[in-house]
């Protein structure tokens, strides 16, 4: 499967020297922690944050369709179609998605970690590494601080995997870049995701605790 390259990333030119080694860094739970629709969540005061508050807990329960909407066989259109979303009170035609897409767009990272991966970059390859949604992968080009702080990012949404399955999520990228699971490191908050990528011959940093991860992610790199 040839895995697209976002254009942000595309018309750079190449970093020299190639680092033989890359670190993979997972997104959410670990650089973000903002929900979907978060500018109508976090504000309290808002006048429709009750009924979205509903409409989000409806999509996120149901585990099967937030699986397959982050292997994009699903869009944010369907999402919103599916788990009703036009019933939120003052929510106009398109205001959802709109929304959605400004607010993803907006999605910050934690400085402190950036400022460790800017110090790596000079000496491997960082690559943001994203089980995530249409919605997201769409807003990349959009978020400056995203393209300034990675070589690439690979989205599930756009790889037609997920993390947990390491050689269809990460393997046509190693096997792009001539590098191997052996030349990487995966940062995720995910058990899971990291033991099958230790599994497929890489290894994997378990981000739990931000103070203690960037002082493992410091040694692992001799910073």
Known sequence: MSLPVRAS???RPP?????????FVDFNGVLNHDPFWS????????????????????VF????????????VHSAEDAIRRFD??????????????RLTQDCAAMRLDGEIVQVLLKIRQHSLVVLATDNMDCFANAIDENREIRDSFDDV???????????????FFGP???RHGLSFRDAVLVDDSAQ??????????????FTQRDSALVSLARRFDL
């Open 85 to 98: 979303a036009p019933t939120v009170p003052k929510a106009k035609d398109g205001f959802m998605l709109e």
């Open 15 to 23: 970093r020299l020297p190639l680092w033989q080694r890359v670190l």
């Open 154 to 168: 690979l989205c599930s949404c756009e790889v037609g995997a997920l993390k947990e399955e390491p050689k269809h």
């Open 9 to 11: 990333f595309a018309a």
């Open 61 to 72: 329960s149901d585990e099967a369709f937030v699986r397959d909407w982050m292997r994009g």
């Open 193 to 206: 995701n990291c033991r099958a990528f230790e599994e497929a011959g890489g290894s994997a940093l378990r």
């Open 39 to 58: 500018s109508i969540l976090t504000a309290k005061a808002h006048e429709i944050r009750v009924p979205v508050q509903s409409f989000v807990r409806r």
């Open 173 to 175: 990228w190693l096997k």
